[in-house]
């Protein structure tokens, strides 16, 4: 029998990121049918996304800056 992969855990890995805001965004809203997410505090639609160590390594952040 084959194992059954578990997606919640890579789904969770997912940060999505305002560059507007400079902050983590936690729930942000999808626009349009393809990848482009608003960011709720600002309504930005310039919302990156990506796991935590994309994100830090291309934003030059560090892990205690997206909490």
Do not use: W
């Amino acid at each position: 029998m084959a194992e059954e992969k578990d997606n919640s855990s890579k789904i969770s890995n997912i940060l999505f990121f305002c560059r507007d805001c400079q902050k983590v965004v936690p729930d942000p809203k999808k626009t349009g049918a393809k990848y482009a997410y608003q960011c709720p505090t600002c309504d930005s639609k310039n919302v990156a996304f990506g796991t935590k160590r994309s994100i830090c390594d291309y934003f030059h952040l560090k892990d205690k800056d997206l909490v």
